[in-house]
C-alpha cells in the first residue's frame, strides 16, 4: 500500500534524539529553547513557543489573545477538528466560513459578507482562524485587512504549511497575524513525532503562551505580584497546563528543521509532476496553485468534476483496493456529531460540502518515486473513467 504521508527520518535525526538521551536533560532542557530560536530565524517571527502538539498551541493561542465564555472563534469547516475545538476549550462559540473550491481556503468573498452581517446583529468573531489548507496559505493580507477593519485577531493555522511562503515571506512570520501554529505530527511537513509551535511578534503574546504551556507558572522574579520567598519560589497566576515539548522531541524538531526547504522542495517537484500527469484527464482538477506564492505541498489534493458522493466513495474505496491509500480532507468539522449536536446542520456550508463530496487526497511525501506516481495517475484515470462510465449506460 502506498500510504498518503510519511515521515524521512535519517541517521541525522536519529543521532540528534541519541544525543539527548545521553545527556542530563530528557525534558526543560537546552533543546527547546534552541528549537524555538531556529523556528524564529527561519520564519522570521521574533518569538516561538513549542509544544506537545499544535493542538495545544491552539488552545493557549485563543487563551492568550482572550478568548473566554461569550466570545465568538471563527474558523474555516474544511479543517482537522483540532482548528475549532480550541475555541471550544475556551468557552467560547464557534462558527464557520465557507471555503473557495478551487483552493480549499477560506473564501475572502465569504468572510467580508458574514463580517458585514455580523457587525448589523452585534456577533462579530474576538477571533478569526484560517487554516493554510495542503499548505497553500491564505490570502493574509486581504484577512489582515478586514481584521483592522473589524477589529478582530488572526491565529494562522499552518499545521500544514511550514516551508510555504505567502508572497515573499515565510509562512510563520506573522506579519498579518497575531499568532501563527505549526504542527509537527509524522504526516505533516517535518516532525517531532508529535510536536507544535506557536508564534508570533508580540512579546506579551509570547510570554502568556510560554506561562500557559507549564501550568500558568512564572519563575521570573519581574513578575512576581510579591517579594519572592527566596530562590526556590515560583508563582502561578494563571491556570495553565502541561502542553511542554520534550527535549527529545525538539531535537529531531531541529534535525528536522534542517531540511525543511529540501523537503518542501521536494514535494513541489512531485506536485508538479502530478500535474503535468493529470494535465490531459477529463474530469479530474488538481488543487489550484497561486501564482505569488509557494505552497509547502502538504497534500496532493484532485476534485473530480461532476462526480456523485457515491462515485467519490467509489473512488476511493477502489484506490485503496488497488494499493492507492487514497484519503479525504476534510469532512466539514461541521458536520461531526458533535458539531451537528451544537446545532450545526448539513448544508450550512455549501461549497464546503460540495467540495467534501468531489475531492480526493493522493499520496505525497519525500520519497515518492515516479514510477508510483504514473501507478497512481493511471489508476485514478482508469477508475474514474470506469464509474463515469457505468453511470452513463
Ligand atoms: C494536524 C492538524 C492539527 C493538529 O495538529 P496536532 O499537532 O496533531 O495537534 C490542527 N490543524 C490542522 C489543519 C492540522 O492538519
Given amino acids: 500500500m502506498i500510504p498518503y504521508g510519511k515521515q524521512s527520518i535519517d541517521q541525522a535525526d536519529i543521532d540528534a534524539v541519541i544525543e539527548v538521551l545521553q545527556s542530563d536533560w530528557l525534558t526543560q532542557g537546552p533543546k527547546v529553547p534552541e528549537f524555538e530560536q531556529k523556528l524564529c530565524s527561519y520564519t522570521g517571527a521574533t518569538y516561538a513557543v513549542a509544544l506537545n502538539s499544535a493542538t495545544s498551541a491552539l488552545h493557549i493561542a485563543c487563551l492568550a489573545l482572550g478568548v473566554g465564555d461569550g466570545d465568538i472563534v471563527w474558523t474555516s469547516p474544511n479543517s482537522f477538528v483540532a482548528s475549532s475545538n480550541c475555541a471550544l476549550y475556551c468557552g467560547a462559540s464557534v462558527d464557520f466560513v465557507d471555503i473557495e473550491v478551487s483552493t480549499g481556503n477560506m473564501s475572502i468573498q465569504a468572510l467580508s459578507d458574514k463580517l458585514a452581517l455580523a457587525k448589523q446583529q452585534n456577533q462579530l468573531p474576538k477571533v478569526v482562524i484560517p487554516v493554510h489548507f495542503a499548505g497553500q496559505s491564505c490570502d493574509m493580507k486581504a484577512i489582515h485587512h478586514l481584521a483592522v477593519q473589524y477589529g478582530f485577531k488572526v491565529i494562522e493555522d499552518a499545521s500544514h504549511a511550514i516551508g510555504g511562503y505567502y508572497h515573499d515571506k515565510k509562512v510563520g512570520c506573522c506579519e498579518y497575524s497575531d499568532i501563527c ?71 529531531l524538531g531541529i534535525a528536522q528543521l534542517n531540511k525543511v526547504d529540501t523537503f518542501v522542495k521536494q514535494r513541489n517537484n512531485l506536485a508538479n509532476t502530478f500535474d503535468t500527469l493529470f494535465a490531459d484527464s477529463t474530469g479530474i482538477t488538481p488543487l489550484a496553485c497561486s501564482e505569488s506564492s509557494v505552497s509547502a505541498c502538504h497534500l496532493y489534493v484532485i476534485r473530480l468534476e461532476s462526480c456523485t458522493p457515491d462515485q467519490h466513495k467509489f473512488m476511493v474505496n477502489a484506490l485503496r483496493e488497488k494499493g492507492v491509500f487514497a484519503h479525504v480532507h476534510y469532512i466539514p468539522i461541521y458536520l461531526q456529531p458533535y458539531y451537528q449536536n451544537l446545532g450545526f446542520k448539513a448544508g450550512y456550508c455549501a461549497e464546503a460540502e460540495s467540495y467534501y463530496y468531489s475531492a480526493i487526497t493522493l499520496p505525497l511525501y519525500p520519497t515518492l518515486t515516479l514510477t508510483q506516481q504514473e501507478y497512481i495517475v493511471s489508476t485514478t484515470e482508469a477508475l474514474y473513467l470506469e464509474c463515469t462510465s457505468s453511470d452513463e449506460s
Fill in 181 to 251: 501554529v505549526f504542527s509537527f505530527h509524522p504526516v505533516k511537513i517535518i516532525t517531532s513525532a508529535e510536536g507544535g509551535a506557536a508564534l508570533t511578534n508580540d512579546p506579551t503574546l509570547a510570554n502568556t503562551m510560554a506561562r500557559l504551556r507549564s501550568h500558568g507558572i512564572t519563575g521570573n522574579p519581574d513578575e512576581f505580584n510579591e517579594p519572592s520567598h527566596g530562590v526556590w519560589y515560583y508563582q502561578q497566576q494563571d491556570l495553565g497546563f502541561n502542553y511542554r515539548m520534550t527535549d527529545l522531541h525538539a531535537s
